[in-house]
């Protein structure tokens, strides 16, 4: 399937990778949004989950080894050329994550890599979106590091 001017959307991963209070950042070494920073993701290949892809992804993009944790949101980015049809249009499932191995470098489709502490996003000029759900993946390592243990009843 081509990524421009697709006949339909495609699915595709972003993970929020977090290391202490830092988040992972990547700058885009191709379209779309190239030479823009971002979130480690892509599209999803036949026949992997998406925690499959965001690990593959994140793999891929900076070389490190990530533990998936949950859905955060869905979006959809939808970019469309000067005549208004649509060029881009992806369907992302973003994913909480947290860093477990490896030394982070740009590889595959990033250009760059940055572990930025929460309260810095600013000078790297996120999509609007792309600032929300990192703000809201933190909200939920916060509340799930004082949440109290779960409780396993076996029957």
């Known amino acids: 399937m081509t990524r421009s001017y697709p006949e339909r959307p495609i699915a595709g991963v972003g993970a929020l990778v977090f290391r202490g209070e830092e988040v992972l950042l990547i700058k885009r070494g191709k379209p779309p949004r190239e030479g823009q920073w971002s979130i ?33 949101a869905v979006v959809d980015m939808v970019r469309r050329d000067d005549g208004g049809r649509v060029k881009y249009h992806y369907t992302l499932v973003d994913l909480l994550a947290e860093w477990r191995a490896g030394e982070a470098t ?50």
């Open 106 to 155: 740009a590889g595959d489709d990033a250009a760059e890599v940055a572990w930025v502490p929460l309260d810095r996003l600013a000078p790297y000029r996120l999509w609007r979106e792309t600032e929300r759900v990192i703000l809201l993946a933190a909200e939920r390592r916060k509340a799930a590091a004082g949440a109290p243990p779960a409780i396993l009843l076996l029957r």
């Open 40 to 72: 480690p993701g892509g599209a999803q290949n036949l026949g992997e989950s998406v925690v499959e892809a965001a690990r593959r992804e994140v793999r891929e993009e900076t070389g490190i080894e990530i533990e998936v944790k949950e859905v955060i």
